[in-house]
């Protein structure tokens, strides 16, 4: 299980949480690996992706244009309102039925395109994620 931290465009995510003291501070148990398009960070459960985000949120909020959570029961990505939702709130149940989703794809000059899940990735995409959400996050 991971959590997935996308860049913004032309930000070294890597880098910029290796220059900061405090991000270098909450992330000492942790291994990220640089991705070039953004970093990976292994995490043991979701409760411990959700503390870890929380933790790191004012980086992601200047630094990040998605954050996902891997959900290896299901093999696909969570937004972090789902996964609060279903982890934490308890408030939805996921299942293999799951309907709100979408693809989120990375392209070769950084920017993040979110596209609904039934749709080709566009062109020039490096890497792409199912992604499941809520239904008010459904691009």
């Not at 029961?73 to 789902?82: A, C, G, I, M, S």
Request: aromatic share 10%.
């Amino acid at each position: 299980m991971e959590i997935i931290f996308i860049a913004k465009p032309g930000v070294r995510l890597s880098d910029t949480l290796q220059a900061s003291e405090t991000s270098r501070h909450i992330l000492r148990f942790y291994r990220p690996k640089d991705a070039g398009w953004g970093v990976r960070i292994p995490v043991s459960t979701v409760s411990n992706a959700l503390a870890l985000i929380s933790e790191l949120r004012w980086y992601i909020m200047r630094y990040t244009s998605e954050v996902l959570i891997e959900d290896t029961e299901y093999l696909v990505y969570l937004t972090r309102l789902l996964a609060s939702a279903a982890y934490e709130d308890r408030s939805v149940s996921l299942s293999d039925e799951w309907k709100n989703m979408y693809r989120a794809a990375v392209t070769e000059d950084g920017s993040l395109i979110r596209c609904p899940a039934g749709v080709d990735t566009p062109a020039g995409t490096l890497v792409s994620f199912l992604v499941w959400c809520l239904e008010v996050e459904e691009p």
